[in-house]
């Protein structure tokens, strides 16, 4: 039972409310999280912006979402994330929780400012799309995040490494005639981050993580009480660099896709809980920016309203991984690693975000579909089984399928 935005009441014999949802052989959870999203918000709203990412995490069925920083400007003043939440809260319909850049202008110079940061309402800091790679800030970014109880969030790639790569370094780059990008690239920053978060006592969050060495590092990390923690996203689980073969340009993104034996260890890595978040890392372009060649195109697909189709048909049907390590990876994990006391959990006292899930859903993905301005997906056009029909935020539905039975429930009404 649900009053004033917050769940009231479990049980089976509950006095019926003034409205009720009917999902009898559905799967009723708590709202999905996902930690790593690109809303191109300010900046770049020909790709995406807040009120369109925000439809398409509803329509994919997440309640909650973690805006990456690196827009134009990148928000790395308090000035920039009050702004940002002003938007948000007049045009989205879902809760969408900002990250403050590490450093000024994501330029790996000097930090922001932490505290200040954290007062205007950050979750976490990061400079996705860049990496912190000087070893002495990122230091002094742990001390800091610590004392503040946030987490750093880093997109660990070697630059000098990387430079010039274009898919991962191996067999199908050389056929292509390609530079490849060695996963040496990601476990160097891997390996340092996590010594100095030892060092230090802070937490380090290692963004869409992509090989077997850095699932192995992590899984050490924490059997030695390192406050490591980390995210996968579906299509690292789902597909290795021989895609690139057959799906092109989007199949290109950083993290590169790896190989089959990559593909495994985090697949085994999500099972046996080292990895703890899926986070889909949703990356819109244009359309003529991925249709330019393998050389040439943006790195990144979108992925909010496909994950968890894509998750449940490929990994929980077929028995790989469990619906409860899937659901653990979309809701407390994410909402205990970045601090949302009230959400990723159906209790008395908790946040009414609610996601009801069709298991046995057959449905095909469509671009025309989305909400999202990104139709950069490899994914258009497969068959899948399993999908979110109903999101509810703070007690309203903002989003349900069209055949879904809400007698007297319309779009932003309580239930």
Known sequence: ??????????????????????????????????????????????????????????????????????????????????????????????????????????????????????????????????????????????????????????????????????????????????????????????????????????????????????????????????????????????????DVLKLGANCKMRPPLRTKRDMESLRQGLADGTIDCIATDHAPHAVEEKNVGLLNAANGIVGLETAVGLILTYLVHPGIISIENALAAWTYKPAQIFGMETKGRLAEGFDADITIIDLDKDWTVDTELFYSKGKNTPFDGCKLKGKAILTMVAGKVVWAEENFNLEGVSNGTDA
């Open 1 to 242: 039972m649900i009053d004033q935005n917050k769940i009231i009441a479990i049980g089976p014999d509950l006095t019926d409310g003034e409205i009720v949802i009917d999902a009898r052989g559905k799967l009723v959870v708590p709202g999905l999280i996902d930690v790593h999203v690109h809303l191109r918000d300010p900046g770049q709203t020909y790709k995406e912006d807040i009120a369109s990412g925000a439809k398409a995490a509803a329509q994919g069925g997440f309640t909650t979402i973690a805006c990456m920083p690196n827009t134009i400007p990148v928000i790395d003043s308090p000035e920039k994330v009050n702004n940002l939440i002003k938007q948000i809260e007049k045009v989205a319909c879902v809760n969408i929780l900002p990250m403050g850049a590490i450093t000024l202008e994501s330029e790996g110079r000097a930090l922001t400012d932490f505290r200040a940061l954290k007062k205007a309402g950050v979750i976490a800091f990061s400079d996705d799309g860049k990496v912190v790679q000087n070893a002495e800030l990122m230091y002094r970014a742990l001390i800091r995040s610590k004392e503040l109880g946030l987490p750093i969030s880093q997109h660990a790639e070697d630059l000098y490494l990387s430079s010039g790569t274009v898919i991962n370094d191996g067999e199908i780059a050389f056929r292509l005639g390609v530079k490849g990008d060695t996963d040496l690239s990601e476990s160097i920053i891997v390996a340092r981050d996590i010594l100095l978060a030892a060092h230090t006592g802070g937490h380090i969050h290692i963004e869409h993580i992509s090989s077997e060495a850095t699932v192995a590092m992590i899984r050490e990390a924490k059997a030695k009480g390192t406050k490591v923690t980390a995210e996968v996203t579906p299509h690292h689980l789902l597909l290795t660099d021989e």
